[in-house]
């Protein structure tokens, strides 16, 4: 059984950071591309940061600059380190892992970035 648990959503100012991270189980971690979208209310799902296999990163433009995406294959788990956060970084944060046909979700952490 495959899962994808994230962590480390919550409420944070503007300017601030938050790591959030997600462990997988059930899958050969280090065989597939890791990635963190993120949904707004009324928004579709967009891809933040992703990592391949081999480690190479590709980002969103909105988040360049202060988003490093990372993976550790010992503990199956990739990383978001979020900086110079802005409000309109809010919305679940949802990890995702692929390789060819097979797709696999977490369930979303929330980050809400307010004063």
């Known amino acids: 059984q495959v899962q994808l648990v994230e962590s480390g959503g919550g409420l944070v100012q503007p300017g601030g950071s938050l790591r959030l991270s997600c462990a997988a189980s059930?899958?050969?971690?280090?065989?597939?591309?890791m990635g963190w979208y993120r949904q707004a209310p009324g928004k579709q799902r967009d891809l933040v940061a992703d990592?391949?296999?081999?480690?190479?990163?590709n980002y969103a433009d909105s988040v360049k600059g202060r988003f490093t995406i990372s993976r550790d294959n010992a503990k199956n788990t990739v990383y978001l380190q979020m900086n110079s956060l802005k409000p309109e970084d809010t919305a679940v944060y949802y990890c995702?892992?692929?390789?060819?046909?097979?797709?696999?979700w977490g369930q979303g952490t929330q980050v809400t970035v307010s004063s």
């Open positions: 995702n892992a692929h390789l060819r046909s097979s797709d696999y």
């Open positions: 059930g899958i050969w971690f280090s065989a597939y591309a």
């Open positions: 990592i391949t296999s081999g480690r190479s990163t």
